[in-house]
């Protein structure tokens, strides 16, 4: 099976940078996934890891380390609009299709 | 493009009953998946199908059926109610297993 942990809450100021970490215990994957969710609405994709390392896509950025069983998502200059719940989800590989989610962490920017 | 559509937006059912939650996507996308997402929870797949005429079990498939007769529209149905049952399933499609699920705005189901 797969094991997904992510903080619940985090809050963090407009402007900052904050980091959303990510740890996983799994038999085998084939890649990573990190999708933002507003309040009420549908899951948009933000990132796709295969590799180790960071993945940089305007102000956000999406590290893995498969060694250590771990992933974040940076965010920097923190915008209002950031606040949303921020999902890391494990892709498993061939044969496979499904995506197995954390259950999320909620970020709120505040002023 | 409309992408991946969802009706209805919100349903509410008595224990027993039975419905269909209709899916369409207009990318011409080969997969596509029904999750359900709980309060506070991470969403969790139900269905899924890998091409027309071809289905298969997710992690929580009891209380449920699919049938992908085009490579469209994906329906999810729902037989005896149950007040677990009561989630916002969303429906997503993507182009094959190894890119981005493009979802759909949700269904809101409360089982009363």
């Known amino acids: 099976g797969q094991n997904i942990d992510q903080p619940t809450e985090m809050t963090a100021t407009e402007g900052a940078i904050v980091q959303i970490n990510c740890t996983y215990q799994?038999?085998?994957?084939?890649?990573l996934f990190w999708y933002q969710q507003h309040a009420g609405e549908a899951p948009t994709f933000l990132s796709y890891n295969v590799l180790d390392g960071l993945e940089e896509k305007g102000r956000f950025s999406s590290f893995l380390s498969r060694s250590k069983g771990y992933s974040y998502l940076l965010l920097k200059e923190l915008q209002m609009k950031d606040s949303a719940s921020y999902l890391c989800a494990l892709h498993s590989g061939a044969g496979s299709y499904q995506l197995t989610f954390g259950k999320g962490t909620k970020l709120s920017v505040i002023p | 493009n409309a992408g991946v559509t969802q009706t209805p937006k919100f349903r509410i059912l008595k224990i027993g009953q039975s419905m269909t939650l209709q899916c369409a996507q207009d990318?011409?996308?080969?997969?596509m998946y029904w999750y359900r997402q709980d309060p506070g929870m991470g969403l969790k797949l139900i269905y899924y199908?890998?091409?027309?005429?071809?289905?298969d079990k997710g992690e929580v498939p009891n209380g449920y059926n699919v049938s992908r007769s085009t490579t469209e529209d994906f329906p999810l149905r729902l037989e005896l109610a149950a007040p677990s049952q009561t989630s916002v399933y969303f429906c997503?499609?993507?182009?094959?297993?190894?890119?981005?699920?493009?979802f759909g705005p949700g269904t809101r189901l409360t089982v009363t």
């Open positions: 997503a499609s993507g182009p094959d297993s190894s890119y981005e699920q493009y």
């Open positions: 799994t038999s085998g994957f084939n890649g």
């Open positions: 990318m011409n996308h080969n997969y």
């Open positions: 199908s890998v091409g027309a005429g071809i289905t």
